[in-house]
T-cell receptor, first 111, second 115 residues
Framework: KQEVTQIPAALSVPEGENLVLNCSFT??????LQWFRQDPGKGLTSLLL?????REQTSGRLNASLDKSSGRSTLYIAASQPGDSATYLC??????????FGTGTRLQVFP | KAGVTQTPRYLIKTRGQQVTLSCSPI?????VSWYQQTPGQGLQFLFE???????NKGNFPGRFSGRQFSNSRSEMNVSTLELGDSALYLC??????????????FGPGTRLTVL
């Protein structure tokens, strides 16, 4: 059974810092891994999708890497801003075609 | 292009009642998935519909059901509501032509409170 874990559960950093969010999964048989952002009480916004054959994806200040063999992904946020404050969720699409979500990292960036 | 819309946004029901939630996907998207989000269990997959057929389902009791119409709009029904059904219900739509690149687009969710 696929399990997805995110560390840390919460993170508070000053504006301008570079930071790394971690995601680990137990079964490497995946189609892809996605990172989402969720603002309080709202839906999810897709940030990045990494196909199982890829090692990383970049979008603006965000860079996500995938090491399928070790069951790990990281989301790197450069030069963090207060507007980055949100909960970040990773999710893997399993070989049984389900999207399994991690527990989330709640990020706060203070001015 | 309009995003995924969900109605209603908020709902209050009492135990034993039933409820129907609605989701309109992005135009051109044929797949609609439903998720339940609670503080204790996080985001859990309920089921997915594609071209009016249920393709996949998660581990939820039969009280949770859904359907999809020919215009891809989807409804989710929960019967005999329990206190534990209080949650944010999210739906997501996608094109679903290639599993490796399929990105899901989420709606704002329906907040269900069961009293």
């Amino acid at each position: 059974k696929q399990e997805v874990t995110q560390i840390p559960a919460a993170l508070s950093v000053p504006e301008g810092e570079n930071l790394v969010l971690n995601c680990s999964f137990t079964d490497s048989a995946i189609y892809n891994l996605q990172w989402f952002r969720q603002d309080p009480g709202k839906g999810l916004t897709s940030l990045l999708l990494i196909q199982s054959s890829q090692r990383e994806q970049t979008s603006g200040r965000l860079n996500a890497s995938l090491d399928k063999s070790s069951g790990r992904s990281t989301l790197y946020i450069a030069a963090s801003q207060p507007g980055d404050s949100a909960t970040y969720l990773c999710a893997v699409r399993t070989n049984t075609d389900k999207l399994i979500f991690g527990t989330g990292t709640r990020l706060q960036v203070f001015p | 292009k309009a995003g995924v819309t969900q109605t209603p946004r908020y709902l209050i029901k009492t135990r034993g009642q039933q409820v129907t939630l609605s989701c309109s996907p992005i135009s051109g998207h044929r797949s609609v998935s439903w998720y339940q989000q609670t503080p204790g269990q996080g985001l859990q997959f309920l089921f997915e519909y594609f071209s009016e057929t249920q393709r996949n389902k998660g581990n939820f009791p039969g009280r949770f059901s859904g359907r999809q119409f020919s215009n891809s709009r989807s409804e989710m029904n929960v019967s005999t509501l329990e206190l534990g059904d209080s949650a944010l219900y999210l739906c997501a739509s996608s094109v679903r032509t290639d599993l490796t690149t399929d990105t899901q687009y989420f709606g704002p969710g329906t907040r269900l409170t069961v009293l």
